[in-house]
C-alpha cells in the first residue's frame, strides 16, 4: 500500500553493491551507493527491530537517500535486544564506518554504547527515540508530544468527550512511549468525563497487545475506548475486542502504517496519527553525512498528522 503524501521514495532496477551477510543474531545488508557516486562515506543503520513495518519503512528510506547520495549504508537489526544492540554499536565504533544512525532498543541501555562512539569522534544521528546519557550530533524525529496530544482529540471526539478507556503503552525506556504518554495524558485531561482505568505496556508488539487487552478487559468491561501507542498494539487491540471494535469501543493508534490505514477503511480503527518513516530514514541519512563534516542540525522534527475515516485516501492513494 503506498502513501501519497507520505509515499515511500521507490527503489527501481538494479541497486549496486547489494550484499547480504549472515551474522549471529542479527541480519545486515550493505547497501552501496548509486552507480558512479564518488564519495567514500561509510553510514552504520543500528535499527531496534525489522520485526515492525514502521522500521522496515524507516529502513527503505534510508536505503533509498544512501543510493541517491552515493555513501555505503550498513544495516544491523537489533531484534528489540538491548545487548545485541550494545554488540551491533562495539562494531561500529572499532569499525570503519564514519557515521552511526541509531534507533535505541532502549533509550537509556543505549548510552554506554553511544558514549563509546562520542569518544571514537564517530558521529552519532538518533532516529525515531533518543538517547540518554550520551551525546548525539542530531536527533530525528516525529513530534511525538503533539501526536500524543492530537491522538486524544481524535478519540475523546469519536467517544463523544465521555467514558472509560484503556491506554496500551509502548516499550519502556523508549522516549517514544514516554513522549507520546506525555501528549496524550495531557491531551486527555481537557475531558473531565472521561476516565483512563487501565494502562498496561505492551512493548509495540500486536501479539503482546493482544494478550495484554484480553486481560484488562476482563477487569474494565464497560470500556468505550483504548489509545494505543502505535499502530501495532492498536491492531491487536481489535483483534481482542471483536465484533465490539469500531462500534462499541473505539480504538485510536499511532504511526500511520499500512495495516493501521487498512483498519481505518474497515472502520475497526477509528483514527491513528500517521508520522513519515521513510522521511525519518532519508532524513537521517542526510544528516549522518552532513555530521561527518560537522554540519548536522541538532534537532529536526518531521510533522505528524490524524488520520480518520474521513482523510484515509489521501494515504492510500
Known sequence: MKFSSFQKVATVGVVA????????????????GAAGGGSDTKVTLALSTLNNPFFVEVRDGAK?????????????DAQNDS????????TASSGSTDAVIVNPVDSDAAGPSVTALNKADIP?????????GADVDSFIASDNVAGGKQAADDLAKAIGEKGEI??????AGTSA?????????????AYPDITVVGKQTANFDRATALDVTTNLLQAHPDIVGVFAENDEMALG??????????????????????????????????STVAQQPAKLGALAVDQAIK???????????????????SNVGDFTK
Open 17 to 32: 553493491g547489494l550484499v547480504v551477510l549472515g551474522t549471529a543474531g542479527c541480519n545486515r545488508t550493505s547497501t552501496s
Open 64 to 76: 533509498a537517500e544512501a543510493k541517491k547520495q552515493g555513501v555505503t549504508l550498513d544495516v544491523v
Open 83 to 90: 545487548a545485541q544492540q550494545a554488540n551491533q554499536l562495539q
Open 124 to 132: 552519532v544521528i538518533a532516529v525515531d527515540r533518543t538517547v540518554n
Open 166 to 171: 484503556l491506554v496500551l503503552q509502548g516499550q
Open 177 to 189: 512511549s514516554r513522549d507520546r504518554g506525555k501528549g496524550f495524558a495531557e491531551g486527555i485531561k
Open 237 to 270: 487491540a481489535i483483534k481482542a475486542l471483536g465484533a465490539k471494535a469500531g462500534k462499541d469501543v473505539k480504538v485510536a493508534g499511532f504511526d500511520g502504517e499500512a495495516d493501521g490505514l487498512s483498519a481505518i477503511e474497515d472502520g475497526t480503527l477509528s
Open 291 to 309: 555530521a561527518a563534516s560537522g554540519k548536522a542540525k541538532k534537532t529536526v522534527q518531521v510533522p505528524v498528522v490524524s488520520v480518520t475515516k
